[in-house]
């Protein structure tokens, strides 16, 4: 990001060589306005000059930390860093690197090697159409109340069939998990981090069922193990509500409290109740659409 184009250019060329390896996707832009249509949720870094036509690098900023809380972001200015004030920021810039310093470039292609690597490296994996999964999640109307009592009737099915105490719908949004239906003690359970849910990994199935028969013995699950037999959930099974798109916004699942194992029946049998649960989602979101007829 920076209004001078020739220097763009430049920085681009030099960064594409020195990171060559990881071979990264690179936007550029000069103005606010235009770096804000291309930030997306999985942005990476953002590299930004201090002083910009329509606006400075914090105001570009203040809109990637909202857009892709986990991005780096670095001022790679002309601007005396003294003269700044980014205390609003809250440590919000990764790095200031200064155009004028005899080493300004190759700090700047350390400091995105790292972010990148950081990133790619994150405690929990991201579907490769993450950024169109979360998009189409947003379009959904998850707060109408007819919906919410319809989908606790699915968790309910769910439980009764499968004889556990816990069951629930579970979005996954860009940073969390958060539970839109539930039965049992699940509707106590509060908002956790997505590095924190089984769930996160649900979605990433192809054929869109996954089961734990213990947590215990999982190693993606064992560090936090404890924490989750604690909550209940010693064994798992999560059948993916998938859109017409053929999107996932998150699982439905049940939860024992002791190890087991679970049949083709069983996971067919969920299947088919998140299919249930998403054309739910569906009709009430296309009914929301509808406008109402004003009478004469």
Same mark, same amino acid.
């Given at each position: 990001m920076d209004p001078d184009e020739e220097?763009?250019?430049?920085?681009?060329?030099?960064?594409?060589?020195?990171?060559?390896?990881? $071979?990264?996707?690179?936007?550029?832009?000069?103005? !606010?306005?235009?770096?804000?249509? =291309?930030?997306t949720t999985d942005t990476g870094a953002v590299v930004t000059e201090y002083d910009l036509p329509d606006g400075t690098g914090l105001e570009l900023i203040e809109t990637v930390r909202e857009v892709s809380p986990d991005a780096g972001c670095v001022l790679y200015t002309e601007v005396d860093p003294d003269t700044i004030d980014t205390s609003e920021?809250?440590?919000? %810039?990764?790095?200031? !690197?200064?155009?004028?310093?005899?080493?300004?470039?190759? =700090?700047?292609a350390e400091l995105l090697r790292a972010t990148i690597e950081r990133r790619s490296q994150s405690t929990y994996p991201l579907p490769q159409n993450e950024a169109e999964r979360v998009a189409a999640l947003k379009t959904y109307d998850l707060d109408d109340p007819d919906l919410l009592d319809s989908l606790d009737r699915i968790t309910d099915l769910a439980a009764r069939h499968f004889g556990v105490e816990r069951?629930?719908?579970?979005?996954?949004?860009?940073?969390?998990?958060?539970?839109?239906a539930c039965y049992g003690d699940?509707?106590?359970?509060?908002t956790m981090d997505r590095e924190d849910s089984i769930c996160t990994f649900t979605i990433l199935e192809d054929d $869109?069922?996954?089961? !734990? /028969?213990?947590?215990?013995?999982?190693? =993606?699950?064992?560090?936090?193990? /404890?924490?989750?037999?604690?909550?209940?959930?010693?064994?798992?099974?999560?059948?993916?509500?998938?859109?017409?798109?053929?999107? %996932?916004?998150?699982?439905?699942?049940?939860? $024992?409290?002791?190890?087991?194992?679970?049949?083709?029946?069983? =996971?067919?049998y969920l299947k088919d109740l998140a299919s249930v649960a998403m054309d739910l989602v569906e009709l009430h979101s296309s009914l929301d659409a509808v406008e109402p007829e004003v009478s004469p």
């Amino acid at each position: 990001m920076d209004p001078d184009e020739e220097t763009r250019s430049e920085t681009v060329e030099t960064l594409r060589s020195e990171l060559s390896s990881l $071979d990264p996707s690179v936007e550029t832009a000069g103005t !606010v306005a235009d770096a804000r249509e =291309r930030l997306t949720t999985d942005t990476g870094a953002v590299v930004t000059e201090y002083d910009l036509p329509d606006g400075t690098g914090l105001e570009l900023i203040e809109t990637v930390r909202e857009v892709s809380p986990d991005a780096g972001c670095v001022l790679y200015t002309e601007v005396d860093p003294d003269t700044i004030d980014t205390s609003e920021l809250h440590g919000s %810039v990764t790095e200031y !690197v200064g155009k004028g310093s005899v080493f300004g470039t190759e =700090r700047l292609a350390e400091l995105l090697r790292a972010t990148i690597e950081r990133r790619s490296q994150s405690t929990y994996p991201l579907p490769q159409n993450e950024a169109e999964r979360v998009a189409a999640l947003k379009t959904y109307d998850l707060d109408d109340p007819d919906l919410l009592d319809s989908l606790d009737r699915i968790t309910d099915l769910a439980a009764r069939h499968f004889g556990v105490e816990r069951a629930s719908i579970n979005i996954i949004s860009e940073h969390s998990q958060d539970f839109l239906a539930c039965y049992g003690d699940t509707a106590e359970w509060e908002t956790m981090d997505r590095e924190d849910s089984i769930c996160t990994f649900t979605i990433l199935e192809d054929d $869109d069922v996954m089961t !734990v /028969e213990d947590v215990t013995e999982d190693p =993606r699950f064992q560090s936090r193990s /404890e924490a989750l037999v604690d909550l209940g959930i010693h064994s798992y099974m999560g059948a993916n509500l998938v859109t017409s798109s053929g999107l %996932v916004i998150g699982p439905l699942c049940v939860y $024992d409290d002791q190890p087991r194992s679970f049949s083709a029946a069983d =996971r067919a049998y969920l299947k088919d109740l998140a299919s249930v649960a998403m054309d739910l989602v569906e009709l009430h979101s296309s009914l929301d659409a509808v406008e109402p007829e004003v009478s004469p």
